[in-house]
Every structure is written in structure tokens, then in C-alpha cells.
């Protein structure tokens, strides 16, 4: 407040002053004008006749043509005129006379004196000066004019013939710019050197009262540092004043109380009352803190249940809650108060367990663990049975920060749940390895689709009966560079894991279907080509459009694509939904085929209702079939089982000339396996099929039952 009041009466006063100053030089600056052109009128006999404007400013000064020439010239008579002009007006006065040939105007008459008291040199006014501009066309200036390195407060009338020719100029002026402002100057100096006294006088007087009005202040600021940093205090000082000090302790007292009720609800899971999440990592940030130091070691066990969702979809989640808060029970029960047990989601508990040397080991512990939580949890619902899995981690060895050591308890959960039923694995190196190189492939993987290094082979479907080619299947490979050709059973799990089977999806759908376009411009006869359907792809609400546009992109008739989905389309999807999206893609036009039939979930009752055109038995079920009676007869029965629902049957994986010639004995459509071709580019298929027939012909392959256990390549 000091300070502002300071600064405007300051600037009030000399805004006041600037303004005098400039009003006191605009003032004199007018009179000097007056005086000069008076002078020059009756001193010339009226010769040089001075025009005011309507402000009474001299605009001019008229001279016969006749007589500019004569009056304009270095005289006596004007000389005397000029210094006369300059003692009346306490200024310099200056006479010039206009130059046609070097338009400019040059000085012949001055009262300034040099810097040094000396004649100065003649000044010339020419494009460039402050006031060349205004003389030329006949009109005054008024203002800064530069004369000896420094600015002089001028005023300049032209001299002007009668018939409108500028003829000369006369210059008067009040002396030095910055000689006129030198009180103006001298007030704003004194002006900011006693605010300055003012001010540091303020802040000292200021600064002693405020030391001592604040000191409670201070205190009970201390105590909120103490409350946003976690720390309890003992009591808030001064609640006993009556003052707004006694005010604001009394408001700090009650945020000490709803901090206490905060913070066992931000820390506590309201389910089972252990720790939640944020209490979990805090704990944990805590402790590997302390293990720096070398002086501490524990174990992080990460556990939770195979299938609980199961359990709450079953009983409904009330339940499932009350099943948790048992599980939490017999965990405190199992590790004890010196243990740290957390709950940081649905099913999910973290536990760190100190170790002091004394106590039995975290494997111990995890057997315990395991034990109890098997035993079914008895509820008014009835017996309800969980499998807990547990990850673990030893701390600081497996983990220096809090999100490395969950992730590591994390990745050894997940190898114990590779496994079926209630088990324990501890972190290993290895576990972190295989993350890593899974996260390499996903890299490598990404990079080779947007370059488009992945490639199509196919694979022929022939007759076993006359090795006539009735379809190809197009099987995705990677020839990598540096790593080789990497197998589809390495990098298709990465992929549908992170959801990059969408892409390679596509991929291979534009990439065979613009293979077969070519095929059939070629003149090349190939039945239909198959590609392999991902659940994942074939859930997604735009793949039968994505399959329409695909084809009408390369012109390719419907009947030439075969989609080949496996049993796991009908895991985990309504039985409607997989019913509509194969009647969207029958009603493209395309041929629909359940893969590997046999293997999964064998719903005969969805083979009997969905639009299937074709059913391919899966491999283990040709394998060795020519050398076992039971399995030649149950792969009879499936074969019969396919033909009787109308659907075209494949065999795949046949190997051997027995297994080739048992497809033949039961009359299947097709074969697909080593036995015809592998997998080949696309310039190569036409002599893998010529060499194939070659081979059904030879009186070698005709003794298949001498040879049913060679295995072709």
C-alpha cells in the first residue's frame, strides 16, 4: 500500500511537471515564432510579410519574386535582424535561402556559435532532416531538430514567393531539448531516490512488526507442513485464542481430524480393510528405500485366484466379497502382523514380508498360503473353492524400485498360473527374459508389417483320388534378416496377445486375395483360395464388410475365398452373434470352413446348424490312422459324419503314403499335408503339384502298405 501510494503521487507530480514543462516550451516556442517573423517584417520594410494560421502560428512568410533573389543574400542588414531575433527570443535564430539545383536549403545567416565559440559551419537542411519534408511544400515544423550532435526545440517558417515557390526558410529556436528538460530530470531523480528512503524504511519498520505478528502464523503453517507430509501432530497450537489466529488454528484442527478419516480411506480397501493399491506402493517405495541401505531384505508375494470372476458371475458379488474378506482373514492369519497385506484389485494380494532371519522362509509362507486358501470357504450359498496362484519376488536382489519389484512378483504370478491348479513359482531371470524377447518380437513384428516384409505360402488341398488341385491354403512367414525365417508359432501368439492379429488379418486377406486375382488372369486353375480367421478378427463388427470391399478391390468372386475359422470362435462369444457373422459372410458369397475339427470344443449341435461348406479334420486324427485299426475307425466316423451333414471334408497333415492312401479307402474330399507339398511361394506351386502327381503315378507310391511309416518332408 505504501509502496503503490508512493509511486502514484510520485508519478502524479511528475507527469504534472513533464506536462508544464512541455505546455511553458510550446509556449515560448510560439512566442519566439511571433517575435522572429514581427522582427523580419518591419526590419525588412515589410518586404518579408508573415501569414498566420488559425492558431496564430506564423504559416509563412510572403516575398516578391522580384526581390527573393536580392532580400535572400548574405547582408548586413539581415545579420542585424537575425541577432536581434535571437537576444528578443533568448534562443538561436537562423536564415536560410532554398537551392533549386541541390533542393535543399542552406543557412547564410545564424546566431548559434560553435561548440567551442567559434563561427559554426553552415547548416543545410536536406531530404532526411525533421523538417525538410514540411519547408519544401510550403507548410511550418515545430519540433526536435538535430544541430551539433545534439537536438535543439525549433520552429521553421517557410519563405514563400507570391506565386508559390519556397524561396528560403527561417528557423527560431528556445535552446537545448535536454537543457529544457533539465528540472524535469533533476525532480524525477530526487523523486525515486526519496521513494527509495521511503520504501526501505517501510520494509524495515514492516518487516519487525510482521516477525512478530506472524511467529503463530508460522507455527500453525508448520503444523500444516506436517499434515500434508503424512505426519501426525501431537496438537494444533493456539485453538485457545480468541482472535482469527484462534479462528484458523480451530479450522486446522478440524483438517488434522478429516486427514485421519482421508487417510484410512484413501489407504484401506473398503472390501477386506487391508491396504488398497496406493498404501501397497507406498509400502513397497518405502521398503526399497530402507533396502538401499543394506539393512533390510523381504519377500513381495503376488496372489491371486484362478477363475474367481467365475465366482461372483456364479453367487453374485456380495458373495464374492465376503469370500475375499475370508481370504484376507486367513492371510493375516498365515503372515502375521509383521507383514504388509494388500488387496490392489478384484482378486489381487500383495503381501511384503519382512525378513529378519528369524522367521520361516517366503516359500513357507507360500505353502501355508496355498494350503489354507484350497480349503473351500463356507458360505449360507453353499462351498465355494478358489485356486490361489503365487508369484514371488525377493527384495532388493530382484528389484531396486517399487514398479520393477511389482512387475517382477507379477511375471512369476503369471508362470504359476501356466500351470493348472494352486502352485508358487519365484522370480527367475529367465521369466524377465522371455518378456523381453516377446516385446522384441512385438517391436520386430510392427516394423516388418508396415514395411511388408512378411510373406504368403501356400499349401495345395488336392484330390487323393487323382491329385486334381482343388484349393490352397495361405499360410503366413517371416524371413527376418537377421533372425531367420521366424515360425508362425512364435510370433502368432504375440500377436493375438497384443492385439496385432487384426493387422496380420488383414494383411493376409489383401495380400491372398490379390494373389488369386493374378492366378485367374493367368489362366491358372486353383479351386479357392483359404485364409485363416482369428476369434478375434472374426468378432469384429466391420470384418464382413472388410471381406466385401477386399474382394470387390481386386475383382475377385466370392466363391474363390474360403475363411477358415477353428472351434475357439465359439469360446466366449454368444452363440447368436457367431450365427449372424456367418450369415453375413455367406451372404457375400464367400465358402465358410471349420479348421482343425476335433481338437477344441466340438459343439456337433453348432455343426449341425451353422452355414459350414467344408470341415478339415484336424492332423491328430489321420496320424498313424493307417497303422491303428480304432483311429482309422473313428477317423471314418468323422469323415462319414462331414459327408452326411453335406460338407466338403479335408484331412490335413497327412504325411505318409498310408495315411494318403487311408484318405483315399474312405472317400475323402481332400488332403492337405507334407505328403503332397509344404508350404511354398507362389512361383513354385505349380512344380511342387506336377512333382506330387508324378509321384501318385509311380508304382512306388501305389505300395503305400509297404511304406506306411515313412515320413515325407
Not at 455343426?607 to 482309422?632: M, T, V, Y
Request: negative net charge; aromatic residues 8%.
Amino acid at each position: 500500500m505504501v509502496l503503490c501510494s508512493i509511486g502514484l503521487i510520485s508519478g502524479l507530480a511528475y507527469h504534472e511537471l513533464s506536462r508544464t514543462t512541455q505546455e511553458n516550451a510550446t509556449i515560448r516556442l510560439d512566442r519566439a515564432a511571433h517575435a522572429a517573423a514581427s522582427i523580419l517584417r518591419y526590419g525588412t520594410n515589410e518586404r518579408l510579410l508573415p501569414e498566420f494560421a488559425g492558431t496564430g502560428a506564423p504559416a509563412l512568410i510572403r516575398v516578391s519574386e522580384a526581390t527573393a533573389d536580392e532580400l535572400l543574400q548574405p547582408g548586413e542588414k539581415l545579420k542585424a535582424l537575425v541577432e536581434t531575433i535571437g537576444k528578443t527570443n533568448q534562443g538561436a535564430a537562423n536564415l536560410f535561402r532554398w537551392s533549386a539545383s541541390t533542393k535543399t536549403f542552406k543557412e547564410f545567416a545564424t546566431t548559434l556559435p560553435g561548440p567551442e565559440g567559434q563561427s559554426p559551419p553552415a547548416v543545410t537542411i536536406d531530404e532526411g532532416h525533421p523538417a525538410f519534408a514540411s519547408l519544401s511544400t510550403g507548410q511550418p515544423y515545430s519540433g526536435n531538430v538535430p544541430v551539433q550532435g545534439r537536438f535543439r526545440l525549433a520552429y521553421l517558417t517557410p519563405i514563400v514567393t507570391e506565386g508559390g515557390k519556397v524561396a528560403g526558410a527561417l528557423a527560431v529556436d528556445v535552446g537545448w531539448v535536454d537543457d529544457l528538460s533539465l528540472a524535469e530530470n533533476r525532480l524525477k531523480t530526487r523523486i525515486t531516490s526519496a521513494a527509495i528512503i521511503i520504501l526501505i524504511a517501510v520494509l524495515l519498520i514492516g518487516g519487525l512488526l510482521l516477525h512478530f505478528e506472524l511467529r503463530p502464523l508460522r507455527r500453525l503453517a508448520k503444523a500444516a507442513d506436517d499434515l500434508a507430509a503424512g505426519l501426525q501432530p501431537k496438537r494444533i497450537p493456539f485453538t485457545d485464542r480468541r482472535d482469527e489466529i484462534g479462528d484458523l488454528a480451530h479450522g486446522l484442527e478440524k483438517v488434522t481430524d478429516l486427514q485421519d478419516k482421508l487417510h484410512k480411506l484413501a489407504y484401506t480397501d473398503p472390501v477386506t480393510t487391508a491396504g488398497n493399491r496406493s498404501r501397497y506402493f507406498f509400502d513397497l517405495s518405502q521398503a526399497l528405500k530402507r533396502a538401499r541401505t543394506g539393512s533390510f531384505s523381504a519377500s513381495l508375494i503376488h496372489l491371486d485366484f484362478n477363475g474367481f470372476a467365475k465366482v461372483n458371475d456364479t453367487f453374485g458379488q456380495q458373495v464374492g466379497n465376503r469370500v475375499l474378506l475370508q481370504a484376507y482373514a486367513r492371510l493375516a492369519n498365515i503372515f502375521g502382523p509383521s507383514a504388509q497385506i494388500a488387496r490392489i484389485s478384484a482378486d489381487d494380494f500383495c503381501i511384503l514380508l519382512p525378513f529378519d532371519g528369524k522367521g520361516a522362509i517366503a516359500e513357507d509362507y507360500a505353502v501355508q498360503a496355498i494350503d489354507m486358501l484350497s480349503v473351500p470357504f463356507q458360505m449360507e450359498e453353499g462351498e465355494i473353492h478358489v485356486e490361489p496362484s503365487i508369484g514371488i519376488a525377493l527384495l532388493p536382489r530382484d528389484a531396486e524400485d517399487a514398479e520393477t519389484a511389482h512387475r517382477m512378483a507379477g511375471l512369476a504370478l503369471r508362470a504359476a498360473k501356466r500351470n493348472a491348479g494352486p502352485r508358487y513359482e519365484f522370480f527367475s531371470p529367465p521369466l524377465n527374459d522371455r518378456v523381453q524377447s516377446e516385446m522384441l518380437t512385438e517391436t520386430l513384428l510392427r516394423a516388418a508389417l508396415q514395411t511388408r516384409q512378411l510373406v504368403l505360402h501356400y499349401q495345395p488341398q488336392v484330390c487323393p483320388a487323382d491329385g486334381r488341385l482343388i484349393g490352397l491354403e495361405a499360410l503366413l512367414r517371416w524371413p527376418h534378416e537377421k533372425r531367420g525365417n521366424i515360425p508362425p508359432a512364435e510370433f502368432i501368439p504375440i500377436a493375438e496377445k497384443t492385439g496385432l492379429i487384426l493387422d496380420l488379418g488383414r494383411y493376409v486377406l489383401d495380400s491372398a486375395c490379390k494373389q488369386a486375382a493374378q492366378w485367374r488372369q493367368a489362366g491358372f486353375e486353383f479351386g479357392q483360395v483359404s485364409v485363416n480367421v482369428s476369434p478375434l478378427q472374426f468378432r469384429q463388427s466391420s470384418f464382413a464388410e472388410t471381406v466385401r470391399q477386399t474382394l470387390k478391390t481386386y475383382g475377385l468372386p466370392a466363391s474363390c475365398l474360403c475363411l477358415e475359422v477353428t472351434e475357439n470362435v465359439f469360446v466366449d462369444t454368444r452363440e447368436q452373434m457367431v450365427l449372424d457373422i456367418l450369415s453375413e459372410l455367406q451372404q457375400i458369397g464367400v465358402q465358410l470352413s471349420l479348421d482343425d475339427f476335433g481338437s477344441g470344443y466340438s459343439s456337433l449341435n453348432y455343426l449341425h446348424r451353422l452355414p459350414f461348406q467344408e470341415l478339415k479334420i484336424d492332423r491328430a486324427f489321420i496320424s498313424g490312422a493307417d497303422s491303428h485299426p480304432q483311429r482309422e475307425q473313428l477317423f471314418e466316423a468323422i469323415v462319414r459324419l462331414g459327408r452326411s451333414l453335406g460338407l466338403r471334408v479335408i484331412a490335413e497333415g497327412a504325411e505318409t503314403a498310408g495315411e494318403l492312401a487311408l484318405t483315399v479307402t474312405h472317400q475323402c474330399d481332400g488332403i492337405q499335408g507334407y505328403i503332397c507339398s509344404p508350404a511354398v511361394p507362389a512361383e513354385h506351386l505349380q512344380s511342387q503339384l506336377q512333382n506330387f502327381r508324378t509321384d501318385l503315378k509311380s508304382e512306388s507310391l501305389a505300395g503305400s502298405s509297404n511304406r506306411s511309416s515313412k515320413r515325407l518332408a
